[in-house]
């Protein structure tokens, strides 16, 4: 799982966010559809997001039905959603279209 500072991991399978959780203490994770005009309107913002919280944070992308375990787990109700994952502190779902502010500040890194 090699990347770039500034790339979005994508979570193909919903077991392999306990792996990057060992790797990584602070994550943003994103929960996303392609068919999502919202979801699609996000990607530039989560492109930057990644890149401000490099080497700090990861920003990680999950589509809820490949992950729905984990969107159940984490209540998540609708998409575009976020949850933040700080040191094993996981904060409430936020929805819908955020500023880059917003996505920060999420971040206890940034």
Not at 11 to 38: G, M, Q, V
Not at 45 to 63: C, P, Q
Request: with cysteine.
């Amino acid at each position: 799982m090699s990347q770039f500072p500034s790339s979005i991991i994508y979570l193909n399978r919903h077991e392999d966010l306990a792996t990057l959780k060992l790797r990584h203490s602070h994550i943003l994770l994103c929960f996303y559809a392609d068919w999502c005009a919202p979801c699609r309107a996000m990607e530039g913002t989560l492109i930057n997001t990644a890149f401000e919280l490099a080497e700090k944070a990861v920003v990680i992308k999950a589509d809820p039905k490949i992950s729905q375990g984990l969107a159940t787990e984490l209540g998540v109700r609708s998409i575009p959603a976020y949850v933040a994952i700080n040191d094993e502190q996981v904060s409430e779902p936020i929805y819908g279209i955020q500023t880059i502010t917003n996505l920060l500040d999420m971040m206890e890194v940034y």
